[in-house]
Each structure stands twice: as structure tokens, then as C-alpha cells.
């Protein structure tokens, strides 16, 4: 390779993942695939043919049925106990600072192909909390995340805030003297940093973050629409003596929980699932849930929620979330009035999130002149609705949606 030692800008994300790095004195995108400049967070660990796929392969294979095993959102588990816990897979015992690392090496080698140069260093996007802020798992995300890059290869890594690097993309260097606020909705978490733009960078004011994001909304949609239909909220009759007690509700949340899915396929969820059966008030539900669990179908069903809400979210005449795999014709209605409806705690936490930003910067909302939209859940209707309810006056900007923060990572990287 011509040269060595350069820094890439690396935007690990819980659903998608996207590199970049600055040449001639723009930031340049790598591409993942052909047209495409980001990869999804997935994994799929193909049985059969002993062979470990990442992003649209590794989708591809789950909706082809393949047999194996299928994981996202792994971005949400940094600073647990599970990130350092062995677990068998294709034949292997491996952790999942091993799993992520290989995906990692992969973006770091098709970067390396397209740029003809080696990459020993990263600057890598953190969020404003991986948790919560003052949580002890921070530090230990930080850290986990930090070892997932030395073993995908990289010698040096460093950090910066997403919402500093959305900052920076979207022009606020330009802009000296604009306080704006970056609302970065990404797959698992919400950040909020208060910004003024000066000519030698930005002075981040105050930032601030929960713990919501796509993958919560696509939850909050499960559990409120698909659930039901497979017995949450039914009855049970009770084993001994008269009356009924209701179905347990923790099968029904780990199975609208992407980075959950993959551990709900247990005999002894199938055995407590065949009890229910054969306790059950309302059978064909829980016949249904017995099958999503006999076929492992928890990922078909979140696809179909995300697919829905999309539907609802652009305003599709009657859009529905499609239940086939599980039987024949079975739908979840998902008028705009429900996705609202199901999404409403959602709305008031981004609501909160943005005012205690605001309160730890000790600034008006009506001095915010620019509100920055970062993510693709950027883009749902309840994000800008909440956010112009806060800031009417503010310019509302959605131009770098997707790119943002690849573009500002591979900026601040490159200088």
C-alpha cells in the first residue's frame, strides 16, 4: 500500500455502520457495497455452511430461512457482562468483543482496498451515554468498545462525541456565532448536544442522552401490535382450582427485543409455551407463539414491525405489519393514529431529553436558531413534531441524515 498510519473515522452503529476518511480536503465515504455507504450491524452464523456473514448477506440469509443463527444490535451490549462471555458458536467459543471485532476488521479492510492505504488509526463515534449518565457501565462500554478496535487491528483509537462530529458536518464551522442543537435519534440511543459555532471548531454547550432509539420504537410497536396476536394479554386457566391467571409477560418483551431475540429460543421457554398451550383461554394465539418459537421467527416478526412502521411513518393508505411466516394472511393494523399512540412515552422522553440539555446549558429554547437531525429514526414524524413543538422558531435541517456523522468523524479524523 502506498501509505501507512492514517486515521479512518469509523461510525459503529446499533443498526447501521458506516467509515469514512478525508482526501483532497473532503471527507469520503467508503463503500460497503456497490451504491452504498453504510452496512447494517448484522450477523448471521450460517449452520450449514460453517460461514459467518455481516450486513445485507447476513439479512438476506435470515429472510432466505437459512439455518443459523442471526444477531443485531450488539452495539447495545458493550459495558454488560455478556460482551466478555464465551458462548458456542459454528464450533467455536467466542465473545462478543470477538464477534464485533471481526465485523470491525472487515470495514477496516474494504476501507483499506478502496483507499489503497493502510489504516492504523481510528476515531471512532461514541454516544452521549451508552446507558445512562452516571451509570458504572460507561466506563466499561468505553472500554469494551476501545478492545473491539485493538483486535480488529487498529493501533490507536480515539473517541468523539457523535453529536460534535454531526456538528461539524453540518457546516457549523462556517457558521461562527449559531447555537444549534444536534438531535442524533440512532438505533439504540438519543443524544442531544446544545453547540455554538466558532471559525476553529465547535463549543459543544451541553449534551445530553437516553436511552431510546429506533430499536425502541420498533419494541414499543411489537409489544403494543404483534404481541397480542400471539397471546400477550390473554387469559390462562389456572393448573389447579378455578379461575384464571394472565399469560407472563417476559416472553413476549425479550421477543420484541432485537438484541434479545437470539436467547428466547430455549427448551424451556418451548416447554413453558406448550403449558400455556394447553392452559390457554384463546389456543390460536398461543399456538402461534408456539410456532414463532418452534421456527425461530422473532427476527421475521421484528423486520415486519420495522417494515410497518416505515409504512405508517410515510403515510401509507393502510399500512399494516405483515405476519406470514407465522400464518397465512395475518396482520397487525398500524394506522398513524397507533404508531402515535404506541410511541407517545417515546415522544415525552425526547421531549425531556431535549429541555434537560437545554437546562444544563442554561439557555432558552427560543436562542436555538438551528435544530441538526442525525439518524435515520430522525426521519419519523414524532421526532420533528416533538422537536418543532419545542423550537418553532428554530430552522429545522435534515440535509446530512444518514451521513453526518461519517462525514464529521472522517473530518475531525483526517485533521
Known sequence: MAQSGLSLGV??????????????????????????????????????????????????????????????????????SLMHEKRQILNRRVTFVEIIAGFLAEIK?????????????????????????????????????????????????????????????????????????????????????????????????ASHGVRIGGTDFDRAISIDRVMPLLGKGTELRKALGAGTTPTPNAIYNDLATWEKIPFVYTPQNRRMTEEMLRLAQQPRKLSRLAKVLEDELGHDLAFAVEQGKIAANDGAAEPRIWLDPVERDLFAPLSAAALSASLAPQADRLAEGAQDTLRAAGVEAGRVQRVVYVGGSSLMSLVSDTMRAQFPDAEHSFSNVFTAVTDGLAIAAGR
Open 11 to 80: 461510525d459503529f452503529g446499533t443498526s447501521n455502520s458506516a467509515a469514512g476518511y478525508l482526501r483532497d480536503g473532503a471527507p469520503r465515504l467508503v463503500e460497503m457495497a456497490p451504491g452504498q455507504t453504510t452496512i447494517p450491524t448484522t450477523f448471521f452464523f450460517d449452520h450449514d455452511r460453517r460461514q459467518t456473514l455481516i450486513g445485507e448477506p447476513a439479512n438476506q440469509a435470515l429472510l432466505d430461512g437459512r439455518e443459523g443463527r442471526f444477531m443485531r444490535a450488539l452495539k447495545r451490549v458493550l459495558g454488560t
Open 109 to 205: 479492510s474494504r476501507a483499506e482496498a478502496e483507499a489503497g492505504s493502510r489504516f492504523d488509526r481510528v476515531l471512532s463515534g461514541r454516544p452521549v451515554v451508552f446507558h445512562a449518565k452516571g451509570d458504572p457501565r460507561e466506563a466499561q462500554a468505553e472500554a469494551d468498545l476501545r478492545a473491539c478496535y485493538l483486535a480488529a487491528g487498529f493501533r490507536e483509537v480515539a473517541f468523539l462525541p457523535e453529536p460534535e462530529a454531526a456538528a461539524i458536518a453540518s457546516g457549523a464551522l462556517d457558521q461562527p456565532g449559531t447555537i444549534g442543537l444536534i438531535v442524533d435519534i440512532g438505533g439504540g440511543t438519543s443524544d442531544f448536544s446544545l453547540f455554538r459555532a466558532g471559525v476553529e471548531g465547535v463549543e459543544i454547550l
